[in-house]
């Protein structure tokens, strides 16, 4: 079982404000999932919130990619002295803040006990000066994934309509209710072909779910649809450019939908 790190509710340090914290995880690599936390964060620094997005994939980093970031400074250089976390901290296009991690990083692809408590050092450092801090973990539920949600209130399940995406979106529901005693998490289904196959997959899902999966405290997971993201020629245009999509295509229809999940995700505050 994956070691849960101090709680929110439990620390004792004291803070004016704590961030909302959110994880987006996915079961299976290539749904989009970075793409998406990058936009998001861009829909939310726009409803004048401070936003940081914390690249939690340690091992295969690609945010500054998506964002066409070169950062000299990294987790990294956090994790081993090299730099301040202040230096780390970078503004990115969209109006919010990012934490990136460095790429190909093989001895932070492990949780071992200096990754734990590194990690959790730097994100109780972070969550008071932030409103919302959104953790773009790796895919897969790995114990480095699993940590990196642990750390946070709320998790958001990134899945597209293909089978297998959604056979391991159901495994990553069943393993943190199981090993987080989550009882509730949000989805959003990238690249629908039509509006309201998201809520329908969201639905199939919650069946299953309702069938085979139970916390360990006796309550069945409850899944918030949060919303779908249209297929979109637009989005693999921002992937090419590395541009966001709010900002290269913002009245695209994907770009409607990442402002539709932010809006249901601040409703749900």
Wanted: glycine share 8%; charged share 20%.
């Amino acid at each position: 079982m994956v070691p849960m790190p101090v709680s929110e509710t439990n620390s004792s340090k004291p803070s004016a404000r704590l961030a909302r914290t959110v994880a987006v995880t996915s079961g299976k690599g290539g749904v989009g999932k970075t793409f998406f936390s990058a936009n998001l964060a861009t829909a939310l620094s726009r409803q004048g919130l401070k936003v940081l997005v914390l690249d939690a994939d340690l091992g295969l980093a690609n945010l500054d990619v998506v964002l066409n970031l070169y950062p000299k400074i990294t987790l990294h250089d956090v994790f081993t002295g090299k730099a301040q976390l202040e230096e780390a901290i970078l503004p990115a296009p969209g109006g919010f803040h990012v934490l990136l991690a460095g790429s190909g990083l093989v001895e932070y692809s492990r949780l071992t006990p200096e990754v734990r408590e590194k990690l959790l050092e730097i994100f109780e450092a972070v969550k008071p000066r932030f409103d919302v801090i959104l953790i773009d973990t790796g895919a897969g539920i790995s114990d480095v994934v699993l940590y990196a949600v642990s750390m946070a209130g709320e998790v958001i399940v990134v899945a597209t309509p293909e089978p297998t995406s959604m056979t391991d979106a159901y495994a990553t529901i069943k393993v943190l209710c199981a090993q987080q005693s989550r009882e509730k998490m949000h989805l959003v289904v990238n690249q629908v072909a039509r509006p309201g196959d998201g809520r329908t997959i969201c639905q199939q899902l919650q069946q299953v779910v309702d069938r085979f999966v139970v916390s360990p405290t006796g309550v069945v997971p409850k899944l918030h649809f949060l919303g779908d993201i249209p297929f979109d020629p637009s989005v693999r245009e921002a992937v090419r450019k590395r541009q966001l999509l709010l900002e290269l295509h913002p009245g695209s229809p994907a770009a409607l939908g990442v402002n539709q999940v932010a809006v249901r995700l601040l409703g749900r505050a």
